[in-house]
């Protein structure tokens, strides 16, 4: 995909939003039988954040990172057109987490809706916000990835509770008059063939034969982490290396690539085998865990924040999550 005519999208102000409690292996050894060095040795995981509040959750994190985004960008809400939250653990399915959001920090009559593509949802997010500025239809638009992992998650079972954190990530885009600026090649995939491998039942009559004798709870996350890892691994790679080729940019012209926090291994595998120096494939699962579609924002955030990335610069956003769901934006800043 390339540019629309007409304008640019200018990514105005970027915010985030973590919960203050800390959850350590070391705490995590007491709930169940695991260590942290079996913990950190599969995933790089030391330690995640975690609501512990029942008046917390996927509403209030969204709303505090989108109003930091707002405050970095020296925007009122009301002059956001619409807000997009991605997420799968939104309180309730009506209305929308980002009605609500909008709301409660001052965008309405804002259009507002819920983007659900699991940890790709960020990613998946930024690229219909950048067509839906370039179409005309919006000139200022607020997106979140949020997820409150924890409240899905069933910590009497070690193989998902050691990996999920709460998070997440806003940003505020705008229409430019530099064309230059915005997403400068995405793609959006899925493959529902695979859901098995990756869900949250609702109902008995939702588990397939094959998972049936799961001691997970109802509602809570479910995953077969071989068959993800080994998808996840392979195609990460693919998806930087098509990015790369599909745009005729190289490694040296990427000041970031920011991948989806799933497991410290996938995202070294795929930096190893395409020869992408460390520094500039940024990693901070081993503080904060797999935080779903909050993971890319939030990573976004913090390098910029950091000073690591800046105007002008290139960067690559990728991510994988259930569905199965996955996705790539090349920006200009």
Known sequence: MTPGAGCGVRIAGVGSAVPARVLTNADLEKMMDTSDEWIVQRTGIHERRIVDQPTQGTFTLS???????????????NELDLVIVATVTG??????VAARVSAEVGATPAAAFDLVAACSGFVYSINVADSLVRSGRFDAIGVVGCDAMSTVIDYGDRSLSILFGDAAGAVVLTRDEDQALGCLYQTMFADGSNWESLYMPRREY???QSDSENAIR??????????IYKFAVVKMRQMIQNALDETGLCPSQISQFICHQSNVRIIEAARDKLGLPPDKVYINIDKYGNSSAGSVGLCFDQLWRAGKIKRGDTVLFVAIGGGLTWATSVWKL
């Open 63 to 77: 709303c505090d990172a989108l109003s930091r985004a707002l405050e970095d960008a020296g925007m009122k809400a």
């Open 91 to 96: 309180e309730m399915t009506c209305p929308s």
């Open 218 to 227: 109802i509602g809570c996350l479910r995953m077969r982490g071989r068959e």
């Open 206 to 208: 939702e588990i397939p």
